[in-house]
């Protein structure tokens, strides 16, 4: 079992910025990829970035390039997201993801998920 707990989330102005944080828990960290989805209100969750065991390999969707960036610390257990230059519709829920055994996008293949973190982008 992985226990996720995201934090960081809150009420911030376009173009503004704003840092997630996702403490792990529980079994072994270090070998899983890491992810973070968004679901905003009316709509279905999304992916927004992953991350490698490794760290090595990250990927993100196309409305968040350039302007969020994942990362990880394998001997402090957490994984972020730094959000930069946001927009209103970067306003959703916030989760992060665990799965264990494959690097990718796609909701079904993780295993494991916080409670999720509110970001709210004004304009």
């Known amino acids: 079992q992985v226990q996720l707990v995201e934090s960081g989330g809150g009420l911030v102005q376009t173009g503004g910025s704003l840092r997630l944080s996702c403490a792990a828990s529980?079994?072994?960290?270090?070998?899983?990829?890491m992810g973070w989805f968004r679901q905003a209100p009316g709509k279905e969750r999304e992916f927004v970035a992953a991350?490698?065991?490794?760290?090595?390999?990250?990927d993100y969707a196309d409305s968040v390039k350039g302007r969020f960036t994942i990362s990880r610390d394998n001997a402090k257990k957490t994984v972020s997201l730094q959000m930069n230059s946001l927009k209103p519709e970067d306003t959703a829920v916030y989760y992060c993801?665990?799965?264990?055994?494959?690097?990718?996008?796609?909701?079904?293949?993780?295993?494991?998920w916080g409670q999720g973190t509110q970001v709210t982008v004004s304009s």
């Open positions: 529980g079994r072994t960290f270090s070998g899983d990829d």
């Open positions: 991350i490698s065991w490794s760290g090595e390999r990250t």
């Open positions: 993801a665990a799965a264990a055994s494959v690097f990718t996008a796609r909701e079904k293949d993780y295993d494991y």
